[in-house]
């Protein structure tokens, strides 16, 4: 399996072509969550005060996703952000935020964030969420936050995600925990219900 990274720790890493040439940076994330993929990225320039471009990076394009760059083979892979978007959502308006509940209806939490495999599988494997007392008991001001499998199968219901019951039963307290989960390594996880 490749690196794991959260999504959000996408936004302003670098584009760079397998020449060397920095062609831009990641604005945000693009996903088909119920086929738990990237689909690819929008773009904004490289300096300080530059803008959105109106160009964004399609996952097909993508060479590999990197811990410190999104690789690619030269800018013609580029397309108009326009068309790419158009069946899509960035990440922000799809998933953060959204509620995340198992098949059988019992609560886990809410969406801070995603997280995919790098290299070139573009998988969405699973989430960071802020955990509900239920799922994670604790006091309410601080609330736990938790890596949740995403499981073979995942339902988008509006802004709600529906987890297989058997993929909640195990979760992590931080991304190396969860690489260890995810990979069928003993790690640092635990059991979440009893």
Known sequence: MDELMAARSLTTRPVVTLGGDAVAHVKDTVCDAAAGRITGFTLTGRGLLS????????????????HDAVMIRDRRGLVDA?????????????LLGARVVTGAGAEIGTVLDVVVEGGTGGRIVGFRVAASRRFVPGPARHRRRVYVPRGETLTVAGRSLVLPEDTVRHVADDLPGFTALVGGVPGRWRSSLP
């Open 82 to 94: 326009a068309a790419m978007t158009a069946h899509q959502q960035n990440l922000r308006s799809r």
């Open 51 to 66: 803008g959105p471009l109106k160009e964004a990076l399609p996952w097909q394009a993508v060479y590999a996703l990197g």
